[in-house]
Each structure stands twice: as C-alpha cells, then as structure tokens.
C-alpha cells in the first residue's frame, strides 16, 4: 500500500525559508509523477511543483519559479520542496502526491490534482508579513 508522510511546515516570516519532505512507502525502486500541492482556505487546490523521479524533470507553478525547488531523494525514497523567499501569500495547507507507477509528469496536466493518485496528509505553511 502505497503512502505519503509529509514534514517541515511551520510558520515563519516573510522572506524565510522551509523544507517540506515527503517520505513515500510502498513505491521503493519505482518511477511516478510526484507533486507538491497546496490549499488555502477558500481557495482551490493548486499545484505548486512536480517532479518525475525517473529522470529529474522537473515542473514548477508561475507564481513559484525561481523561490521554491522540488528535488528528490531516491535512497530515502523521500521528495522535497524547498521553499525561500516565502510570501503571506503562501500560507497554506500543502500536500504531497503520486501519480501511478509508470505514469510521468506532463506540461500540461501536472498541476491537476485528478492526476494523482496518492496524497498525503498535509503540511501547514504560515507566512507572517
């Protein structure tokens, strides 16, 4: 069975900086699309980064680029978001998810949460001005 355990949320304040981690159990020596969400009260799930652990590609949301950094661990079969630069407007619950193995990441469908298969629990984020 399949399942994410995500860490490293916190409230910090404008321009700081997290580490989110995604502990994956039941995909070991598998290759997936794996995402990173989030939620804001009143808002929808968005996608925020993604990546396939096959070959490193990566995907990242507008507002993202450039201040977060979605790698991975394949030893510790573990995901991370790297989060710097942090705005108000980031605060949100985020979440981890899978795809499917076998199934990658695509420029046009990955920030759609329907494409995933496995999700966490959720970290909460808070950035303070």
């Known amino acids: 069975q399949v399942q994410l355990v995500e860490s490293g949320g916190g409230s910090v304040q404008a321009g700081g900086s997290l580490r989110l981690s995604c502990v994956v159990s039941?995909?070991?020596?598998?290759?997936?699309?794996m995402g990173w969400f989030r939620q804001a009260p009143g808002k929808e799930r968005e996608g925020v980064a993604a990546i396939y652990t096959g070959d490193d590609n990566t995907f990242y949301a507008d507002s993202v680029k450039g201040r977060f950094t979605i790698s991975q661990d394949n030893a510790k079969n573990t995901v991370y978001l790297q989060m710097d630069s942090l705005k108000p407007e980031d605060t949100a619950l985020y979440y981890c998810?899978?795809?499917?193995?076998?199934?990658?990441?695509?420029?046009?469908?990955?920030?759609?949460?329907?494409?995933?298969?496995?999700w966490g629990q959720g970290t909460q984020v808070t950035v303070s001005s």
């Open positions: 039941g995909y070991a020596g598998s290759s997936s699309c």
């Open positions: 998810a899978a795809d499917r193995v076998g199934f990658g990441c695509y420029s046009g469908s990955w920030p759609d949460p329907d494409e995933y298969h496995y």
